[in-house]
């Protein structure tokens, strides 16, 4: 098995056409399937099923994606590991963002990579924090911003703010007239538009109402923001999410947004990143821009964030 039978491997397998990925590489489709064929004797399996549109990856295929992109993304590490030695951070970084961070920090943090990394070339991945944990453990992101540091284990975690969770409303919740704050008793007999069972917006939601002994309606599981604030919007149920997921909406007038007071419903968002692997020069000042990102933020204040 080859680095080149790898990397032909994974064109088709994203191309699902063996004449795409040939034009592609640029290499004749005789030859490319030559090189399939020979990783197929080697590993003994079918690694593609072939019909009229083309193809699609079988079991065995699927498996072995999974672990050519991690090797692939080993070569490239040791590659940078060395030309870093000397010039400047340069290469391609993953980084994770949440959906909600997604809305607020991408663009900062795109901006500032270019002002201080110009050779450093960013790949944004949205995910909620319980997949992008996964994937830097597994070596499929770099670094991630995270809300849930218990999801996956062996990772470095820092915390970076505290950020106070708000009580989405319509923009005609008759509510919102009574009290600028929410409480965890008001949720009672709400119809509440949560994130999946398995989040850790979710499990901060519960175990506050489990505190107070209270039983929430949970009238939709979401993991999409910007369809959970349309649904609110459109007066369907409430959501949980920080200010500024949904700061521009409240501005336009669209939603309610109401911090919960005694006590707040709060969480932390975490840096993570790999505590075994060797850290290049381009992960180590995309990590210092992120922190520098979160900080400029924190201090201007607006997003309902506090020193962790």
């Known amino acids: 098995m080859t680095i080149r039978q790898l990397q032909y491997f994974l064109r088709i397998a994203e191309l699902k056409s063996f004449s795409r990925a040939a034009a592609y590489l640029h ?5 490319l399937g030559l090189q399939v064929r020979k990783l197929e004797e080697e590993l003994g399996v079918k690694l593609f099923n072939r019909h009229s549109r083309g193809v699609t990856p079988t079991e065995a295929g699927l498996l072995l994606r999974d672990h050519a992109l991690v090797i692939l993304r080993q070569v490239e ?16 970084i993953a980084v994770g963002l949440t959906p909600t961070l997604n809305l607020i920090l991408a663009t900062q943090l795109v901006e500032r990579c270019r002002r201080d990394c110009p050779e450093v070339s960013l790949s944004i991945v949205d995910a909620m924090s319980e997949d992008l944990m996964e994937r830097v453990e597994s070596d499929r992101l770099d670094i991630a911003y995270s809300y849930n540091p218990s999801a ?22 008759g509510a919102k007239t009574a ?50 604030k349309e649904m609110v919007a459109k007066g369907i149920g409430y959501a949980i999410l920080p200010l500024g997921a949904v700061r521009r909406e409240v ?16 969480r932390k968002m975490y ?38």
Request: hydrophobic letters at 45%; aromatic letters at 2%.
């Open 179 to 228: 009290s600028k704050t929410a409480s965890i008793a008001a949720l009672t007999g709400l119809p509440l538009i949560l994130t999946s069972a398995t989040s850790g917006l979710r499990a901060i939601v519960e175990e506050a109402a489990n505190a107070k002994g209270i039983e929430i309606n949970i009238a939709l599981e979401i993991d999409s923001v910007i369809a959970a």
């Open 27 to 31: 290499v004749a489709q005789p030859a």
């Open 251 to 266: 501005e336009d007038g669209r939603l309610t947004a109401r911090p919960f007071a005694r006590p707040a419903l709060s």
């Open 271 to 308: 840096l993570a990143y790999s505590a075994s692997r060797p850290t290049s020069n381009a992960a180590a000042a995309v990590r210092e821009v992120m922190r520098a990102v979160v900080q400029e933020n924190l201090e201007r204040g607006g997003w309902s964030w506090r020193r962790a």
């Open 77 to 92: 590490r040791a590659k940078l590991s060395v030309t870093d030695l000397a010039g400047p951070p340069r290469g391609k």
């Open 152 to 173: 996956v284990h062996g990772l470095a975690c820092e915390p970076l703010v505290t950020e106070d969770l708000c009580l989405i409303g319509p923009a005609d919740d």
